[in-house]
């Protein structure tokens, strides 16, 4: 069955970090670029970052462009974000999503709490 | 960046009768590669997003033919021929065509 499975949410101080894992299962994860999208609470969806299938390209939302850093290992089969400086407006749930164009398997989500 | 923008944001409707959905582009969407990179999404309440409709109407595998998608260059329709109560959620369309990738609003679909 494919699968991701994000983990590594939870509660952090405004300014701290959070690095967030999403583990690839039941597909070659090494030959496909990889995605994170996030949904604040009550909103609509946004494209975060993402990063081709050999990790030599990424690409960030203008909103976290600094800040957060998309990274893969296939060895692990796992996507990773590493976010930094986080805001209140970083607050929500975090999908990692298989694909660039195409996003067609997505995981459960990740919740992200920016709260003093 | 490219704006998406859904109309209506909320659709009530009745079941068994149809619904539709438009989804319009502040840019062309075809590609360099001639292939329009807008897909469809839906999303349950507490559920992931599933995509349903990929490069303007292609349906996913396991998804109803009551759905379809249609359109090019800016303008896009997502129509279901005769909505099921399993068809209640938000439906969102997303463009992959340029960066950043977008998604509209949001259209919120009930049962009336």
């Known amino acids: 069955e494919v699968q991701l499975v994000e983990s590594g949410g939870g509660l952090v101080q405004p300014g701290g970090s959070l690095r967030l894992s999403c583990a690839a299962s039941?597909?070659?994860?090494?030959?496909?670029?990889m995605t994170w999208v996030r949904q604040a609470p009550g909103r609509g969806l946004e494209w975060v970052s993402t990063?081709?299938?050999?990790?030599?390209?990424?690409n960030y939302a203008d909103s976290v462009k600094g800040r957060f850093t998309i990274s893969r290992d296939n060895s692990k089969d796992t996507l990773y974000l590493q976010m930094n400086s986080l805001r209140a407006e970083d607050m929500a749930v975090y999908y990692c999503t298989r694909g660039t164009s195409g996003m067609d398997v997505w995981g459960k989500g990740a919740t992200v709490t920016v709260s003093s | 960046d490219v704006v998406m923008t859904q109309s209506p944001l909320s659709l009530p409707v009745t079941l068994g009768q149809p619904a539709s959905i438009s989804c319009r582009s502040s840019?062309?969407?075809?590609?360099?590669?001639?292939?329009?990179?807008l897909n469809w999404f839906r999303q349950r309440p507490g559920q992931s997003p599933r995509r349903l409709i990929y490069k303007a109407s292609n349906r996913d595998s396991g998804v109803p033919d009551r759905f379809s998608g249609s359109g090019s260059g800016n303008d896009f329709t997502l129509n279901i021929s005769r909505v099921e109560a399993e068809d209640v959620g938000v439906y969102y369309c997303?463009?992959?065509?340029?960066?950043?990738?977008?998604f509209g609003q949001g259209t919120k679909v009930e049962i009336k």
């Open positions: 997303m463009q992959a065509t340029r960066w950043p990738r977008t």
């Open positions: 990063i081709s299938d050999s990790g030599s390209n990424t």
């Open positions: 039941g597909f070659i994860f090494s030959i496909y670029a």
């Open positions: 840019q062309s969407l075809v590609y360099s590669d001639g292939i329009t990179y």
